[in-house]
């Protein structure tokens, strides 16, 4: 297995395992079948920007797991700061994964989040494929305290292994970690919009756009409402060359 002591990077004070998507892939695998509980999380320029001003959430990607380089942005900081990280691990894709390998083991997934009837979909639109897939429960992202209790004591209930959370950052990997006793021995990872694409409802960039670091430029075209967030990338490119100079002066 992996040494992730000796694979990872530090980017804006977060540590980022330099892995595949393989590997990434057997790490989860292990952390499943372990029995233990396990929370995940798949970091990108704007979660890191997040966490610059939102302690909790820097403290919450210090106690991850694992936390895996999901955006271009990651793959650009390791190449600036003269680190590599060998490719991107795109949450879409290891979630995806996941699921194959929870029907191929036979591991129960729950799936929580998203608009109403949006999980139930990209649900349902995976069991069409996989006719044996494991379901262990779906809910939407929108419940009071009531409600969470039951979706809490069902996650249990149902032996759920998986549980893909799709809130958006860091309102995912605040809840997985508020969370992560009361849950039982899941692995856990934020998914952000990730369901919208396996419902059908949103569409990833074309596979060469995605090679060619992007899939960010897609999505504004998609979603032309995302050039506020869009911002933060220049931003945070001046934050990784501020941060790499204030490291080599120490």
Known sequence: MIDLVKSSHEVLDVEIAAVTMEETVALCASMVESGRPHFIAT?????????????ELRR????????????????????ALGVEFPERVAGADLAERLLFLAEERDWPVYF????????????AHFRKEKKNFPLAGVHDGYFDEEEEKKILAEIRRSGARLLFVGMGVPKQEKWLCRHRDELGPVLGMGIGGVFDIMAGRLTRAPLWMQ?????????LFLQP?????MMALPKYMLAVK???RKRSAQ
């Not at 409402?225 to 967030?229: P, Q, V």
């Open 112 to 123: 929580l989040g998203g608009a109403p009837g949006v999980a139930a979909d990209a649900a």
């Open 242 to 244: 501020r941060w790499k």
């Open 211 to 219: 090679k060619h670091r992007l899939e960010w430029a897609y999505r």
């Open 60 to 79: 919450i990607l210090g106690e991850c797991d694992l936390v895996v380089p999901d955006g271009a942005g990651i793959l650009w900081a390791g190449e």
């Open 225 to 229: 409402s995302r050039i506020g967030r």
């Open 43 to 55: 970091a990108n320029a704007e979660m890191l920007m997040m966490a610059q001003k939102d302690g």
